[in-house]
T-cell receptor, first 110, second 113 residues
Framework: DAKTTQPTSMDCAEGRAANLPCNHSTISGNEYVYWYRQIHSQGPQYIIHGLKNNETNEMASLIITEDRKSSTLILPHATLRDTAVYYCIVREGSARQLTFGSGTQLTVLP | ETGVTQSPTHLIKTRGQQVTLRCSSQSGHNTVSWYQQALGQGPQFIFQ???????GRGNFPPRFSGLQFPNYSSELNVNALELDDSALYLCASSLGIANTEAFFGQGTRLTVV
């Protein structure tokens, strides 16, 4: 079972920041948090990952709380093309496999 | 584009048949993982190959098997196909099994009739 819980769906206005929350209260000290997104019928797209420090790349920012029990993915200026299912994942197991939960359906509204 | 290519993109098989799906990993990546995604659900981990050896397996029966070649490309084989095997099959490649990014292909849509 996935170690993360996310809201089922969220809406965001185009041009505004999208803040997607994720709870991972049972995360272990050496487990990273990963974010992927999936646009309908395409393969999941890697966004960002982190351990305990905040991370930023060209796509998004990842804010992890100090106790590491939750995190937030921030898309700074959402566009219509950001409409997708966003998955927050804790990699676990000997293979460090990605255990996908149900994700958050983000809809960016014009 | 992730550099991970899968073939074929779509195929239809009959219950009881066997199928082979192929994945070409991103250049330099030595690890390939396979996932099954049923309609409306998140991807489920099938197994992983690291340097031509199976490195981990999810909750899938033995009729799901795989192979990784010296060039790190990979195959997923499914025997005795069942209707519930209809799904999008995804492969992801990465460099090693530590905490690195895994990049997915576009998947193979398998329909079992």
């Amino acid at each position: 079972d996935a170690k993360t819980t996310q809201p089922t769906s969220m809406d965001c206005a185009e041009g505004r920041a999208a803040n997607l929350p994720c709870n991972h209260s049972t995360i272990s000290g050496n487990e990273y948090v990963y974010w992927y997104r999936q646009i309908h019928s395409q393969g999941p797209q890697y966004i960002i990952h982190g351990l305990k420090n905040n991370e930023t790349n060209e796509m998004a920012s990842l804010i992890i709380t100090e106790d590491r029990k939750s995190s937030t993915l921030i898309l700074p200026h959402a566009t219509l093309r950001d409409t997708a299912v966003y998955y927050c994942i804790v990699r676990e197991g000997s293979a460090r496999q990605l255990t996908f939960g149900s994700g958050t359906q983000l809809t960016v509204l014009p | 584009e992730t550099g991970v290519t899968q073939s074929p993109t779509h195929l239809i098989k009959t219950r009881g048949q066997q199928v082979t799906l192929r994945c070409s990993s991103q250049s330099g990546h030595n690890t390939v993982s396979w996932y099954q995604q049923a309609l409306g659900q998140g991807p489920q981990f099938i197994f992983q190959y690291y340097r031509e050896e199976e490195n981990g397996r999810g909750n899938f029966p033995p009729r799901f098997s795989g192979l990784q070649f010296p060039n790190y490309s990979s195959e997923l084989n499914v025997n005795a196909l069942e209707l519930d095997d209809s799904a999008l099959y995804l492969c992801a490649s990465s460099l090693g099994i530590a905490n690195t990014e895994a990049f997915f292909g576009q998947g193979t849509r398998l329909t079992v009739v």
